[in-house]
């Protein structure tokens, strides 16, 4: 067996687009508790107060919701040269950009689902104005005390029309370990999502099989709270603002993350979750597979899975017949 | 043995002295959590989300830090008539005024230790306007999701010259159960700090002995919050905003109550705090004493007892020698 | 309008029957983290870790699991002699018994849906063998690092064929206030659940309508432990040990509590809650009435309220047409 | 500059020696919540419930407490042949063992500091018996409902008598990343403490000043709980079952781990932590100083580092004159 790629990092950034970009950046800023970067023209820049970036999440002004692309941060120059030749070498290349406020030129490609991605290595870490710093140095930026006071971007979640396609290019050209997957069965072990992990956070990206069969579509991206306590308090300020919730708070059955899934205004999901004390280390990690008949039991609690779960992402589609 | 006296609802209200107004106001706010009921001349009224009256501080321009009063809320208008008749047998008595914002006639007193004090029933149930409504009916206001987040009221700590005449008194005159006392010693059973409990809760008033000798000081009041997690939050709001900490987060060994004490930017000390699931409903809870020997061990887990929590109360007296 | 009656101290103890004696009590020590008082004959006494009385759960050997008996503490032997009066003058008193195991002399009464309930005054304070003793004595006994590590009894859910019988007789001859109530609609006002208060837990019994129109049946009995957290770690230890778990953890909308339902190896189901720092102190609280319509919106957070919850009780009946 | 050298996985395991063999087994699986994997003449293997090798703690009977050894995992072959070339070419170098119960092949070496270190790849992957498997099979084997119920091993400290010596070895020839150090002033940078980062959590090693100036010992290793709730009940079990607390529950200014220190019976010091969502996925992250005139304000929210914490290490030695 090859040895694992470890050239990724971490999941850098998400660009939303949103046809309410006031009204977004009033659930970011406000409900959220994260903080404007920058704003140029028709986005907004954002950062949770342990971002160590210019930013996690560009809100960018849309017809409607969906997601623009989303970024890798790569773990050196030489990894980043290996992850560029190695996309170089297929038709999902696309090439080299200056990069945008906040990091340096990236590479851009396309995911076999045609989600727009990029990976670069060249950051700008947020220096924090006097008024922003921590009392303790080593936070990013201080503490917001104002919303859900979300901690750092966890994770993207994708809808995917070929989950297999986009496995085996993640695998293979950016590397990484399949921490966990539903296949249909045991037997063809045909993959229904599958949750890839790029350091030591159990996954960075989840791929999961969009039931309406469209392509390149966001599920949700994830900004983690320091405690189950918080996303409990989550629940609690989005019912008192009319921030629509999906289903949650509950622990995933996959992955074990206590959830909340909530729409934010311009109709993207959103996840707030923790993880508790749980990482995964160990560098041969055996993926977990998870059958579809074992997934009847729903949520690590019981909860049933919502059936939006497999067809509601942005852009929204005409849900013709929900394919199975 | 009589049987106990229940004719008291809850502490009702603190009148805070402060000589930066506007600075203690925006502690109270944007730290605490708390919301303005009223601003009328040199006095503001404020309210946790869910304390149901009209307010439970109220902040008073004064040259220095201190408390210029306190209210207790009778269970019943006989209750309080059965409260005035045993106080005016007393030469504490004062008697009654019209009340204030929020609430109808008052019998004030003195406590034995020179507290000014008193006693209503009639009083004004916060009505939220509608941008202030919860989405749960039965919380009083929604949460703010700001700051430390407080629920409501819990309790006052004063400090006192004469320790044993204030626990008569408030017994004899008032009612409840003495829950917890500190004693020199199990032999003369002197008490060094009393705690009353008039409802379920273990207690709404603790009295301790002022090693400076003063009289009528104040100690504390306590907001609760409703985990210990939010607490361990509030410390590092606290420690983001410049607000000075003086001890804990920890966990009392006296009625076991999990603590952070800060002061306010007018000088006087509040405590965030919870007591997980804690109540006592025994209806003839026997007091739980503590020698001065037992209280060496420090706080539940070891912490010593700081000695500013022995003579530091306002308003501030000049430290002469510390009486033990 | 009358003075609140305020002389009822606590719920005190439940008597559930279970087929599998055995069982239930690995269940309530193993699980729940209770521990043993007594065992005699067919019956084990158990009590929660800070429960000061000699036992709030005892476990009887029978045919199918239900309900023999609950009972009330009265807030002092006048107040227990102002309420057996009040009862002895209705059909539904049956009499005084000597007492139990842990408390002296009861009267017995049938609630006005047959549950067979008694009220007393005298009881037995738990006193721990050393090696039962709290580091911190003003805890009932030491926490037992056990399973689920409930704290204290806290409240009892009946089901009732006649919700507005049993709410009349309560507030008419026990007293308490009705904190909370679902009537059909407010034009009708007609009661199908009701909450009462008696101390400054927000409810310490619930009485919901049986859509199996049976009468005197259980529907559950609570437990809280200190956290919310603590909740989410029992479901975790309900998972691993194969105790089903009904729905849960999630936020009550009415009371707010937070809860996990289960259901013990005997069948009865029980709850382990959190009320953060939720309490009622006012002494004229107004009842909050919720709508049907209301009641659509599910749990505070979204979640269904599951259809067992209006027809699973014990004992167990015939699940004929079910009465809406 | 060099790129950073990613070549180790984890801390893998530590042995500790005991005077007491009996006694700290009762407090790692009682206490701690951890379950024994195999016992060997002298030594009895231990690992916390979501520890996916055999053992990660060690425990060998000896004549005072201390460390036998500690041990790496290597995040694959090659670069444990990295590592071992690269160490091969210092003086510091032992040899190849053929491992011990639970992993294969361990090249052994010293520490700059005397600290015997191993480090191996082949490892036995932790395979639960039926009664041990976990509700969910992510989960390494299941929640254990007892006592602190850690979750897995979070880092070792050492004492050293050498600082800067052990830190350019460790950076030189393990890998990883400086995180935060303790430097005496920022003209000088002589480290007085010093972190390592390995994977995404903050740290896997940390070594500080011994201030008795011995060489080689230890001062700690810990283990993670899933929530900060969980250290302060941890608290609450060491209290109430003679587990001496050392200080704590608190959070550290440096790398912000919410700790508590206790000492196992054998006399070895241990501590249960939570770090949140606290992670450091930064490829480049830049090393953090603090200079000691920074370390006077004590703990994040001002509680004192208590003195015995840079001179109480295992094995003890007789505190002569402490070097400061």
């Known amino acids: 067996m090859s040895e694992t790629i470890w050239d990724l990092a971490h999941l850098a950034h998400v660009e939303l687009l949103t046809p309410k970009l006031d009204e977004s950046t009033w659930f970011f800023t406000e409900i959220m508790g994260m903080t404007i970067s920058a704003t140029t023209g028709d986005s907004v820049y954002l950062r949770a107060y342990d971002d160590y970036e210019h930013h996690t999440l560009k809100l960018t002004a849309g017809h409607e919701a969906g997601m623009r692309h989303f970024a890798w941060r790569a773990r050196s120059p030489k990894a980043l040269d290996r992850r560029v030749t190695a996309i170089q070498q297929t038709p999902l290349a696309i090439g080299w950009n200056k990069g945008d406020l906040g990091h340096g030129p990236a590479f851009q490609y396309y995911s076999p689902d045609g989600h727009l ?18 009392a303790l140095k080593n936070t990013a930026s201080r503490f917001p005390g104002r919303g859900i006071n979300v901690r750092r971007i966890d994770h993207l979640n994708l809808f995917a029309g070929d989950v297999r396609a986009f496995r085996d290019f993640q695998l293979g050209h950016l590397g ?55 996303v409990l308090i989550a629940a609690d300020i989005c019912l008192e603002n009319g921030i629509k919730i999906e289903t949650g708070p509950h622990k995933h059955t996959i992955q074990q993350t206590f959830f909340l899934y909530v729409y934010e205004p311009g109709g993207n999901r959103i996840e707030i979750a923790n993880t508790t004390a749980r990482l995964i280390t160990d560098p041969d990690y055996q993926t977990i597979y998870w059958t579809m008949e074992e997934r009847k039991k729903g949520q690590a609690w019981g909860l049933p899975t919502i059936p939006t779960f497999h067809t509601q ?4 589609v005409k849900s013709e017949s929900v394919k199975e």
Chains 1, 2, 3, 4 share one sequence.
Do not use: C
Request: charged residues 25%; hydrophobic residues 35%.
């Open 117 to 134: 991605t990029e990976i670069y290595f060249e950051t700008e870490k947020f220096s924090p104005k006097p008024d922003q710093q921590s």
């Open 176 to 230: 990484g370990i399949l921490t966990e997957s539903i296949v249909d069965n045991l037997d063809d072990m045909n993959p229904r999502a599958v949750w890839f992990m790029v350091n030591s956070k159990s996954y960075d990206l989840a791929v999961t099989l969009d039931y309406l069969g469209a392509r390149g579509r966001f599920h949700h991206v994830t900004y983690a709270v320091n405690s189950r306590e918080e």
């Open 313 to 316: 992402g942005t852009p929204m």
